[in-house]
Every structure is written in structure tokens, then in C-alpha cells.
């Protein structure tokens, strides 16, 4: 039997001009800032994920839950 399930993320990014965290001799590279925020929220997310299942695990093993990746 397969299952299918299907996830949908949305990553806004809004970055003011008065925020913007750039070290002073940086220059700007169109489009790379966005890539490096949402790998960042991307990897932020598994972190997330990775630790849920943990603690799934844990709850039917009555113990501390482990997952090898």
C-alpha cells in the first residue's frame, strides 16, 4: 500500500532597507540574500521536524526517542 501526502510551504521574506543586517564592505548580489534567508528557514524547519519525530519515537519506545539519518 502507498501512501501520498503532500506538504506546501510558503516562505515570505521582507526585507526593510533600514534592517537590512549587511556588514558594512558587502556588496549586494540580487536574489542571494532571499537564498540564504529561506535555506535558513528551510533548515530552521527540518531542525523542527527532526526534533517532533524524535519525540514521537520517544512516546512509543518509553524512552528517549533516536533517529539516524
Not at 500500500?1 to 515570505?12: L, N, P, Y
Not at 532571499?34 to 514521537?56: F, P, Q, T, V
Not at 512516546?59 to 528517549?64: L, V
Request: net charge negative; proline share 3%.
Amino acid at each position: 500500500m502507498v501512501h501520498s501526502r503532500t506538504w506546501t510551504i510558503e516562505i515570505r521574506i521582507i526585507e526593510r532597507e533600514d534592517e537590512a543586517d549587511r556588514a558594512p564592505a558587502e556588496i549586494e548580489v540580487r536574489g542571494n540574500g532571499e537564498d540564504l534567508a529561506a535555506a535558513h528557514s528551510l533548515a530552521g524547519l527540518a531542525g523542527k521536524l527532526l526534533e517532533l519525530s524524535r519525540d514521537d519515537v520517544g512516546q512509543f519506545t518509553h524512552g528517549p526517542g533516536r533517529l539516524l539519518i
